[in-house]
């Protein structure tokens, strides 16, 4: 007897690795919704989104975006540029040299954000979705619609941890939650970009001025936000772009290049930010910018303590108040006991010359203490010279500092005959007080930029940094750890009395006030130091930028009210958890926080 078997046909399962997006969409839909839908909310930025004006931007107008709309036509048009380079279109693979699909997500999540964002505002503000025109129906569903495409696009899923089959209930839920945080992770993630090619140092160059334009476009734009509506939708823009533009592969391409041009990169810096009083109407903003310069300095000097030498100091702000003490006590001002008129460059050596005392003064008994018994101890000095100040009032001891009521009337500063207290006209251009304090803050900020750069580059910097690095190591290489650290503290100390003494002019009254550990406005030691962690320790566009960033973004949360420090600290702890090196780190500390990374040719020593 014969018996015949049939094979049983089996079906093929997919490859574990095979790439998928989050949401089941084939790919070319993906794309095509992604596309589809930038390009309608772009469309939709042309049309009335409300039918009234009673919402800040007048969005009624028809044909000529406003407020909200030209962040989301700024969104959509470069959601819409990353799409396309999605799709191989020649002339844009220069777009996304570390691939398409990360940039793509980011961008359309941004649109999609700013869109919803101001839907909902109008409904809440009008009094529901009654009040919106087409033209907000139609961004809203075509952010919705390009949101589902990005998120379909297909990556690579990480392969799941092994687990125990026995394992509980709990430890099931960690294992699964913990990949699908893994596989969101992977959603987002980009390649690594391709290496720049090299460009006739014009090119390069001309490149390095577009960027410089675009950031002081941007920067302008943010701190001239009339509403609070609007500022809040220039973070989100701002934030989802950056990190579009970041996973794209144009910021790595962009350093790249401004890395082989860093003298030329830093002038061009100076002269954008040169530039910034005269894109003003007034001096409104102009005050804006001489108190982040002044806070940005600050910061500076404390990353060369912090970020150089690995010295935790909580009480930073007190050099800042030495030096503006000790140069208000000697520029005219009828509170001060000694009835004294130094001129600038006197009164600016006396600020910088008593914050180096003190620094040496506290830096020598103390800096044999490391970790949290020398932050201790520099914390307590900050309190000490608050108390101090306010108690040399003439009752509680000597008449010096006036007490608590502090040194009022500090009189402008004249110049060679230049008087910073009145406006001038300089090419057409009217240039109010405070930004003349502007500029000079300005020339006193790249004075200590270059100090920072000589230093860092020096054999004194390498023994920061080894210092930083492992002082127990540095010491067994013959490294004088209590003379370089002295000389850390020293340097900081006097580049922060050098912007004291500006900082006493610009606010006419030094108080005891504005000197303390922690509050609701910087400066202050808490948000210098947050400025230098928040920016990247050991550069130098990092505290700049940092500094920048906590100064402005406080400034316009005030609408938030009691909710203001609440909403500003969980974007900070938000920040550090995600990006814990640091918004411009440099390549040691990066590599500190992403092992997976490659390693570079050439570590930097400073981050410069």
Known sequence: MTTQTTAQKTVAAPAPNTPSGLIGIPANLA??????????AVISTFLAWTWTSAFPGDLTVYGY?????????????????????????RGLGWL???????????????????????VVSISAELGGVVNLEPGGYLAAAATLIALVGALALPFERPEPDPIDPEAGGWERFTHDTGHALAVLRAAFASGSPRPVRTLPSYAEI??????????????????????????????????????????SGLIAHASQISARHQNITVCGAFVAAALFPFTQTDDQYATLGVYILIFATVALGLNIVVGLAGLLDLGYVAFLGVGAYAAALVSGSPSSPFGVHFPFWAAVLVGAAASLVFGVLIGAPTLRLRGDYLAIVTLGFGEIFRIAVNNTDGTSGPDLTNGSNGIASIPDLNILGFDLGVAHDIGGFTIGRFANYFFLMLLITAVVVLVFRRSGDSRIGRAWVAIREDETA???????????????????????????????????TVTPEQYLFAGTTPPNSAFLLAAVVLGGMGTIAGPLIGAALLFLIPNKLQFLGDYQLLAFGIALVLLMRFRPEGLIPNRRRRLEFHEEADAPTVLSKTGA
Request: glycine share 14%.
């Open 65 to 89: 975006p406003g407020g909200l709309q030209v962040l989301v036509l700024v969104g959509g048009a470069l959601a819409t540029l990353f799409c396309l380079a999605s799709h191989g279109v």
């Open 474 to 508: 540095a010491l067994a290489m013959g490294i004088n750890g209590f003379r370089v650290k002295l000389i850390a503290f020293a340097v900081g100390a006097t580049l922060a009395g050098l912007a004291g003494t500006v900082q006493a002019h610009v606010t006419y």
């Open 96 to 118: 996304t040299p570390a691939g398409a699909d990360a940039a793509v997500k980011y961008a359309v999540l941004g649109t999609f954000a700013t869109v919803w964002y101001t």
């Open 31 to 40: 794309r095509a919704l992604a596309t589809g839908g930038s390009v309608l």
């Open 206 to 247: 001309l490149i390095i001025v577009a960027v410089l334009a675009v950031a002081l476009t941007v920067f302008t734009y943010g701190i001239g936000t009339e509403y609070d509506e609007l500022f809040v939708g220039f973070l989100i823009t701002a934030g989802f772009g950056f990190s579009a533009l970041n996973r």
